[in-house]
C-alpha cells in the first residue's frame, strides 16, 4: 500500500496523543513498525524545516557575556556551525549568500 504524508502525518499526531508506544500504535492500525518509524522521521524533518520561516532564516541572538566579545557563530540550515572569534563582516556576507 502506497503512503502519502497526508495520511501518515495525522497518523503520527494521533499517535503523539495517544500515549501509546510505537510498536502498539502501529500494529493496532496495520502498519509495519519500520514504516510508521521512517514516516514518523519524515514528519519530524517537516516539522523541523517548517520553523524556519520563507522570509528569514536567521534568529537574532544576544551577546550573552564579555567572554564572547566579538564572536559571531553561524548556524546553518544543515546544523553545520561556523565559528569567528575575530568576525569579518564581508567573509560572514559572503558565507550567507
Known amino acids: 500500500m502506497q503512503r502519502s504524508k497526508d495520511t501518515m502525518f495525522p497518523l503520527i499526531e494521533q499517535w503523539e496523543r495517544s ?3 510505537q510498536s502498539d500504535f502501529a500494529q493496532t492500525h496495520g502498519l509495519k513498525l519500520s514504516c510508521f518509524s521512517y ?11 517548517s520553523s524556519y520561516s520563507a522570509s528569514s532564516n536567521f534568529i537574532a541572538v544576544e551577546q550573552s557575556s564579555a567572554r564572547t566579545a566579538g564572536m559571531v557563530e553561524l548556524i546553518f540550515p ?4 561556523a565559528i569567528f572569534y575575530q568576525a569579518n563582516a564581508d567573509l560572514i556576507r559572503a558565507l550567507v549568500r
Open 39 to 49: 514516516w514518523r522521521s519524515v514528519y519530524l524533518r517537516a516539522q523541523e524545516d
Open 78 to 81: 544543515s546544523g553545520a556551525r
Open 19 to 21: 500515549g501509546q508506544s
